[in-house]
T-cell receptor, first 114, second 115 residues
Framework: DQQVKQNSPSLSVQEGRISILNCDYT??????FLWYKKYPAEGPTFLIS?????DKNEDGRFTVFLNKSAKHLSLHIVPSQPGDSAVYFC?????????????FGRGTSLIVHP | NAGVTQTPKFQVLKTGQSMTLQCAQD?????MYWYRQDPGMGLRLIYY???????DKGEVPNGYNVSRLNKREFSLRLESAAPSQTSVYFC??????????????FGDGTRLSIL
């Protein structure tokens, strides 16, 4: 059973508009959340993270929001640019057996049209 | 500034053949990981090594073995390849203390096809 769900396999947005990527999780023990970005034929690269003690973290055009009661986080990209077109993975982790091992969602493919 | 280097980038095997996927990082990271990614799936953890000298099973370890050769290198071995192991394999590492919450750095993957 998926503990981290990205229910939208794809998202299409016009350049300059806002992109909102969503992620839901089921394990209430998760306390650290990350977003990774992946271009074709490359490995994922870290984008932004948030700890469960916060509800918002911002880094330039990227903002992650965390709603712990709803077990939901979202990534906002404003304004969206064609270079943002990639697959975005949400990941969540908690301390288990002495290790923080992230659980990944299946990804959302974002296409930003010029 | 190599980061995490995986070799080979592509490989085709026949069922039953063996293969070792190599991974090396030059960031002096303690922790290293092997994932597989299948179409429409997220990254699933095969094995990880929280520090030099230790290895642990992840979510999908069956059919694989690993070796943490030294702090830099973490290899993944398929002893008898099966078509179900056709996938893209990613190696990752992270710095900080072992067992700490740190973002991972990924290699560019090995695309493995088993006929």
């Amino acid at each position: 059973d998926q503990q981290v769900k990205q229910n939208s396999p794809s998202l299409s947005v016009q350049e300059g508009r806002i992109s909102i990527l969503n992620c839901d999780y089921t394990n209430s023990m998760f306390d650290y959340f990350l977003w990774y970005k992946k271009y074709p034929a490359e490995g994922p690269t870290f984008l932004i993270s948030i700890s469960s003690i916060k509800d918002k973290n911002e880094d330039g055009r990227f903002t992650v929001f965390l709603n712990k009661s709803a077990k939901h986080l979202s990534l906002h990209i404003v304004p969206s640019q064609p270079g943002d077109s990639a697959v975005y993975f949400c990941a969540a982790s908690t301390l288990s057996g002495g290790s923080y091992i992230p659980t990944f969602g299946r990804g959302t493919s974002l296409i930003v049209h010029p | 500034n190599a980061g995490v280097t995986q070799t080979p980038k592509f490989q085709v095997l026949k069922t039953g053949q063996s293969m070792t996927l190599q991974c090396a990082q030059d960031m002096n990271h303690n922790s290293m990981y092997w994932y597989r990614q299948d179409p429409g799936m997220g990254l699933r953890l095969i094995y990880y090594s929280a520090s030099e000298g230790t290895t642990d099973k992840g979510e999908v370890p069956n059919g694989y073995n690993v070796s943490r050769l030294n702090k830099r290198e973490f290899s993944l071995r398929l002893e008898s390849a099966a078509p179900s192991q056709t996938s893209v394999y990613f190696c990752a590492s992270h710095g900080g203390r072992p067992y700490s919450n740190q973002p991972q750095h990924f290699g560019d993957g090995t695309r493995l096809s088993i006929l």
